[in-house]
């Protein structure tokens, strides 16, 4: 398995820090909510991306795989569509799904964490 260098490391552990402190300021400042909710999405999305190598060259192929519409091989690349879609899927339902978007974008963000440490060779700090 190919762990991540520090540099990338860092960086991927400071967005999953960002990501959990933007998401307990959508619960207690409930007029930014959506807002905050997004930020904290996209945190956890970058968080992501650094563990997996260049941040956006990997955001450049999953939105060209959205835009295309096709059917994804690579398991890898079909689960970063699939959390892009969730993203954009919780920010625009949030006055709809009100708590519930608080409930899945702690679960997106314990994915990311997941990832990162699973690309990591330390533990998370």
């Known amino acids: 398995m190919t762990f ?5 490391r ?10 959990r402190a933007e998401l307990k300021v959508a619960r207690t400042m409930p007029e930014t909510a959506s807002n905050a909710i997004l ?6 999305q970058a968080a992501i ?3 997996l190598g260049d941040p ?3 955001e450049d192929i999953v939105h060209e795989k959205i835009v295309e ?3 994804i091989e690579d398991p890898v690349l079909r689960c970063l569509v699939e959390i892009e879609m969730a993203i954009q899927r919780i920010v625009n339902l949030y006055p709809v799904m009100g708590k519930k978007s608080f409930r899945e974008a702690e679960n997106l963000i314990r ?6 440490k699973l690309f990591s060779s330390e533990r998370e700090d």
Not at 39 to 44: C, E, H
Request: hydrophobic share 40%; proline share 0%; net charge positive.
């Open 4 to 8: 991540i260098d520090e540099y990338r």
């Open 10 to 19: 860092s960086w991927a552990l400071r967005y999953l820090r960002e990501a």
């Open 39 to 44: 930020n904290a999405l996209r945190k956890a």
């Open 49 to 51: 991306y650094h563990s």
């Open 56 to 58: 956006s060259s990997i």
């Open 69 to 71: 519409r096709g059917s």
């Open 111 to 116: 994915i990311a964490s997941e990832v990162v």
